[in-house]
């Protein structure tokens, strides 16, 4: 994350959330980790975990397309 001066610049009433390069911002509702895959078993949160531990190095392009193929897949195996 940014350091607390280079955030501060900015003067607005939102709130700021600074990212430092190659950070990754993982938002996602409760949708993603209770989905059902073909098996009826959740996605869940440490699965979530694990894909993001997996895409981060890649372009964010990719990152959607991996994580839709995980999900459906239940998340088995690597996410890439």
């Known amino acids: ?4 001066s280079e ?3 900015a003067r607005s009433t939102r709130p700021e959330l ?3 390069a190659g950070a990754m911002l993982v938002i996602f509702s409760d949708g ?3 989905a059902l895959n073909a098996r009826g ?3 869940g949160d440490e699965r979530v975990v694990q894909c993001c531990l997996g895409i981060a190095p890649r372009p964010a392009k990719d990152i959607a397309e991996i994580k839709t ?4 897949n239940g998340g ?3 996410a890439v």
């Not at 994350?1 to 607390?4: D, E, T, V, W």
């Open 32 to 34: 993603l980790t209770d």
């Open 76 to 78: 088995r195996g690597r």
């Open 18 to 20: 600074c990212l430092s």
């Open 7 to 9: 955030c501060s610049k």
């Open 69 to 72: 193929r995980a999900q459906r």
């Open 1 to 4: 994350m940014g350091s607390p």
């Open 41 to 43: 078993e959740e996605f």
